[in-house]
């Protein structure tokens, strides 16, 4: 049960890391390319983080944690003396 735990715990963890990571590194090139467009044109080309990103990052969190606890479980479930003999 307490492993249980722990697996479920580090799959939100790296779940929300990189969504938020993700954000954060989307939001940086942006603003960076919206720099070197304005300078470049002259025509101010804001990057905005939006509602609509917020979104996005709960979504991507949402869709990490499923994508992760699924195999986590299934391997969970498989007894490791069985796969470490079979290898």
């Known amino acids: 049960l307490e492993f249980r735990r722990v697996l479920f715990r580090s799959v939100v963890f790296i779940a929300i ?3 938020v990571l993700g ?8 603003i960076l390319v919206s720099m070197v467009f304005t300078h470049s ?3 101010s ?3 905005v983080i939006g509602a609509d990103e917020y979104w996005l990052v709960a979504g991507m969190i ?9 195999p ?4 969970y479930r498989y007894p ?8």
């Open 17 to 19: 890391l990189g969504a």
């Open 23 to 30: 954000l954060l590194l989307g939001s940086g090139i942006a």
């Open 41 to 43: 044109t002259g025509i």
């Open 45 to 47: 080309l804001p990057a």
């Open 62 to 70: 949402l869709f990490g944690l499923i994508a992760a606890t699924l």
């Open 72 to 75: 986590a479980f299934l391997a």
């Open 80 to 87: 490791v003396i069985e796969s470490l003999r079979a290898g």
